[in-house]
């Protein structure tokens, strides 16, 4: 079973985080399993950003951005190179390295 470590964030994971994530499953359910209260305020419909993250190790393993998620992520904060919305990328065979950037564009928390 993959891997997903979740590096340290301020408020949703401090010390960090590694879990197993069964295939298939989103990266944000995955993290919302575990107990990481990762921001997604159009409930995993992929119509924000707020699930935004940057994969650091294993994103060249993760099947292709869609045009819709790719049009949405031109609009996250912190965009980088390996950004992708947690709630539409879906853990492969390989182990991953997830950074939840500390903003988002979303002015308040959910709180889901």
């Known amino acids: 079973m993959p891997k997903i470590t979740f590096l340290p964030h301020p408020t949703m994971c401090p010390q960090g985080k590694t879990i197993d994530a069964a295939t298939g499953t989103s990266v944000c359910d995955a993290a919302l399993n ?12 992929c119509a924000c950003t707020t699930c935004h993250v940057i994969v650091r190790q294993g994103f060249n393993n993760l ?5 819709k998620e790719e049009d949405l992520l031109d609009k996250a904060w912190g965009l980088e190179p390996e950004s992708r919305l947690s709630c539409q990328v879906k853990v492969a065979e390989s182990d991953l390295v997830v950074e939840i950037p500390k ?10």
Do not use: D, V
């Not at 575990?34 to 419909?45: F, R, T, V």
């Not at 099947?63 to 045009?67: G, I, R, T, V």
């Not at 988002?104 to 889901?112: C, G």
């Open 63 to 67: 099947p292709s951005a869609e045009e």
């Open 103 to 112: 903003y988002t564009i979303n002015l308040a928390s959910e709180r889901h």
């Open 34 to 45: 575990a107990g990481i209260p990762i921001e997604h305020a159009c409930e995993k419909a």
